[in-house]
């Protein structure tokens, strides 16, 4: 496969109305926006797009508006996991079809599963589609399932689809281990951090990430990227601590502080959807505090 993925990606939120329906107008201007601030691409529903949350039909209707809004300007992967493995392919089906460039997919919900019938969901899923497939990892809301190195390799063994994977295990050792099987294998295949930790990523030989702080603060990632992969890392570092302030600021009632920072900002996103809780107006006044004693309120764009 050709798709090469490289940089700060962005996996945008999804906006809600007040009375939680999907806002597909500020919807269509978000992805435009991460387009526009130099996303190199975009991916969608994450977890933070409140995925869980939302119905199939939903989830169709908006990755048909983020496919159309893309419209082949960066490369674009639709999330594909859901409970039901019937849904995963059907959405899988539909992003196919309606022209998106990859699928990303979890390690199965809820049960603990064996390596083995991970291996054997993602061969099935693999041979399936005729698309790029990147694998999700994120045992921590998954009750400890992860790859290991052996799972990938021999998924690339079989696969050569699989062109890449989001991380979001936090674990250099793991990430550093993967990686070391997969580059010999497959010298493109993408490592994504799952969020900005792109100074203990990159050099470990990281592609990038996938980014929460972009949609508030796009110079700042990218500016930390083009320092990263140019070897500045005093530079690097001083941009790391920063981002690092800022997740730990997002991650606490994650994604509704995401939401709230994005309302500071001019890029009003709505509510977050029960039962996950919507930031508070004092929640938000934190939030803005941090944000400008960070220097963020005046070195970012405002609006769409």
Not at 192 to 215: M, N
């Amino acid at each position: 496969m050709t798709l090469v993925l490289k940089g700060v990606m962005q996996s945008p939120i999804t906006p809600l109305k007040e009375d939680f329906s999907p806002d597909l107008a500020t919807f269509e201007k978000m992805v435009d926006f991460h387009v526009r601030t130099g996303a190199t691409a975009i991916s969608w529903p994450h977890h933070k797009g409140e995925s869980h949350s939302l119905t199939i039909p939903e989830r169709k209707a908006l990755a048909e508006v983020a496919i159309k809004t893309v419209n082949k300007r960066v490369p674009i992967s639709i999330h594909v996991s859901a409970l039901a493995v019937e849904d995963t392919y059907e959405l899988a089906r539909h992003a196919q079809e309606k022209g998106a460039d990859a699928i990303i997919a979890i390690t199965p919900y809820f049960w603990k599963y064996p390596l083995e019938s991970i291996y054997n969901h993602f061969v099935k899923l693999g041979t399936t589609f005729d698309m790029p497939l990147i694998a999700y990892n994120s045992p921590d809301y998954l009750d400890g399932v992860e790859f290991s190195a052996d799972l990938t390799r021999r998924l690339l063994e079989k696969l050569p689809n699989f062109i890449g994977m989001k991380d979001a295990s936090f674990n250099s050792e793991r990430f550093f281990e993967i990686l070391r099987v997969a580059l010999p294998m497959r010298p493109d295949f993408a490592m994504i951090a799952g969020v900005e930790y792109l100074l203990p990523s990159v050099c470990l030989g990281g592609a990038g990430s996938y980014s929460s702080a972009g949609a508030i603060c796009p110079n700042l990632v990218n500016d930390l990227y083009a320092n990263c992969a140019s070897g500045n890392w005093a530079r690097a570092r001083e941009l790391q601590y920063k981002l690092s302030q800022l997740w730990h600021l997002f991650r606490d009632q994650y994604p509704s502080s995401l939401k709230g920072g994005m309302q500071i900002m001019g890029r009003n996103v709505g509510p977050t959807r029960s039962p996950l809780p919507t930031a508070s107006p004092e929640r938000i006044k934190h939030i803005e505090k941090t944000l400008a004693e960070l220097g963020i309120l005046d070195s970012e764009p405002h609006g769409w």
